[in-house]
């Protein structure tokens, strides 16, 4: 992987010893690469650095966790509020490489259905460009499976009922599924 240093005006200024994140683009994709860990202590560094991502238009994300040795619930914590942003911006996020030990934590924590985790960069960067051309031509109306609740469907997705507040799957069939 190529790392690109000007990619973000003033984004390697600061460092942390515990985490390193480096940077490089692919098409419309930013590629973040992490090593070391993420928890209380250094979670406002990573904070402050994917701040500085977001503020530069990034909202197509892949995050390469190969060396990621750890991972704090403060740190997810982190990558909600994150993926909280990016959905505001109708970009995505997805994870790659991660190994089973992080793997384990995001389960653990019930994180793993919540966001996506791929094998590698070639099925990261899939995802995220089959997530932007995959609107709907016209949104339709569809009942929450739980409560049948009218929703309104204008892309495929997860999303949670306003009714219920289940956890919908929407795919790209117009097919609509809980959790």
């Known amino acids: 992987m190529e790392l690109q240093k000007d990619l973000i005006k003033g984004f390697f200024d600061e460092r942390d010893d515990s985490l390193g994140i480096d940077l490089e683009k692919i098409e419309e994709v930013l590629v973040v690469k992490l090593t070391g860990y993420i928890d209380t202590y250094n979670s406002n560094f990573f904070m402050k650095q994917m701040n500085k991502v977001l503020e ?31 959905k505001a911006h109708e970009g995505e996020l997805v994870f790659f490489n991660m190994v089973p030990k992080v793997y384990e934590i995001f389960s ?19 995802f995220l460009k089959a997530g932007s051309e995959s609107s709907f031509e016209e949104a339709y109306q569809e009942k929450c499976p739980n409560c049948k609740k009218l929703l309104i469907i204008k892309k495929p997705g997860r999303f949670r009922c306003p009714g219920c507040k289940s956890i919908i799957t929407i795919n790209s069939s117009k097919q609509i599924f809980l959790g």
């Open 56 to 86: 530069s238009g990034f909202y197509k994300i892949a995050f390469d966790c190969a060396g990621i040795s750890y991972i704090s619930s403060t740190g997810i914590g982190s990558f909600t509020a994150i993926l909280k942003t990016i």
């Open 108 to 126: 653990l924590l019930g994180f793993s259905q919540f966001f996506r985790i791929v094998d590698n960069l070639e099925d990261a960067i899939a």
